[in-house]
Nanobody, 115 residues
Framework: QVQLVESGGGLVQPGGSLRLSCVVS????????IGWYRQAPGKERDVVAQ???????NYVGSVEDRFTISTEKNNRTVYLQMNSLKPEDTAVYYC?????????WGQGTQVTVSS
């Protein structure tokens, strides 16, 4: 069964940091680019960072220089290190392939940035 399972969200003050984790099924890890997406209340779900199977990473402008996507091959995990968090980063964060596959969406992990 193909799965991508997110964890690591929480409540953090503005300027703080969080690291999200996405454990990826063996059948898709290293075969597809993986992206971190987020969906804020009332908004669409959009990709914020992605990493290709060769390690090349790409970011949306609003998170560039603050977020870093990385992979750990041994445990098939894709991380999203988020620094200098802002209230506008508040959202549910998901991981999925690039492009996303509907049946791969998980529950996501809530990130709330608030003082």
């Amino acid at each position: 069964q193909v799965q991508l399972v997110e964890s690591g969200g929480g409540l953090v003050q503005p300027g703080g940091s969080l690291r999200l984790s996405c454990v990826v099924s063996e059948s898709i890890y290293s075969r597809y680019a993986i992206g971190w997406y987020r969906q804020a209340p009332g908004k669409e779900r959009d990709v914020v960072a992605q990493v290709a199977s060769d390690g090349f990473a790409n970011y949306v402008g609003s998170v560039e220089d603050r977020f870093t996507i990385s992979t750990e091959k041994n445990n098939r995990t894709v991380y999203l290190q988020m620094n200098s968090l802002k209230p506008e980063d508040t959202a549910v964060y998901y991981c999925n392939t690039i492009p996303p596959v509907t049946m791969y969406w998980g529950q996501g992990t809530q990130v709330t940035v608030s003082s």
